[in-house]
């Protein structure tokens, strides 16, 4: 099923045109990675699809419903973003920040109930963070930060999960744990990742949006991710091999 739809996008920002004439779909079960250099609007594009930033040209429709003719309290369980940098200015513990993303549910209600808390709980286990859920989230690392905003997204669960960056200050080992979740999240959900690791796009990803300046790639992996179009969209020289059933890319 369809959840995510563009017509005609154009992204702007700053007075610069950065994606034009986007056309596209992502449905629950896909798992799309954007890829692309810095600045081509990798997370402006997020940020169009949220909402938060407004198109200069086209539209973006959600569950076939335009953007701006929804209603907030029916988005918010439509479509989350999972931010690249978390700003926190008070001092608050890793549950409680995970509970904020309960609220679209909250409805009639002012405190959280033992199901959000359980949730919330669950979500934290699913990100290696159980036994943090008392720490206070002005102390975390910045890999501990970035997972705990991946567990707030959990517990919100909305049909469309946008993910700025979500393997940012993560080492190997949770980049990879981050991704095989993430994959896992695309069962039930349609999830759009902004990227720059192109290997573990590969690996994961059922389809990727490569962004060039003036121009765009959309498809599946197999048929988009080649050495052509990597060229193409970074300006260097890229081989291609297999690992482990998934192609692999070198850049040189």
Not at 39 to 47: C, D, F, H, M, R
Request: net charge neutral; with cysteine; proline share 4%.
């Amino acid at each position: 099923m369809t959840i995510l739809r563009t017509a005609q996008l154009d992204v702007a920002l700053g007075g610069r045109r950065l994606i034009s004439g986007l056309n596209w779909q992502a449905a629950c079960g896909e798992l799309w990675c954007v890829l692309g250099q810095n600045g081509v609007g990798k997370s402006s594009l997020l940020y169009v699809l949220t909402g938060l930033l407004k198109p200069a040209a086209g539209q973006v429709l959600i569950d076939g419903t335009p953007l701006d003719a929804s209603a907030p309290a029916a988005l918010a369980t439509r479509r989350g973003l999972m931010p690249q940098q978390q700003l926190d200015a008070f001092s608050h513990t890793v549950l409680d920040t995970v509970l904020i993303g309960r609220t679209p549910y909250r409805v009639g209600r002012a405190w959280d109930s033992e199901e959000d808390r359980a949730a919330a709980l669950a979500a934290l286990a699913q990100v290696g963070l159980a036994s943090r859920a008392d720490a206070d989230v002005l102390r975390l690392s910045g890999g501990e930060r970035q997972r705990v905003a991946l567990a707030t997204l959990l517990v919100q669960a909305p049909e469309l999960m946008l993910l700025d960056e979500p393997t940012a200050h993560q080492d190997v080992a949770q980049q990879l744990a981050m991704m095989r979740l993430i994959r896992g999240l695309a069962e039930k959900h349609a999830v759009v990742a902004t990227c720059h690791d192109i290997n573990l796009a590969a690996r994961f990803a059922s389809h990727v949006l490569v962004l060039a300046p003036g121009r765009h790639w959309i498809g599946p992996v197999r048929e988009v991710l080649t050495v052509a179009v990597l060229e193409q969209a970074f300006g260097c020289h890229f081989e291609m091999t297999e690992a482990g059933g998934a192609p692999a890319f070198r850049a040189y």
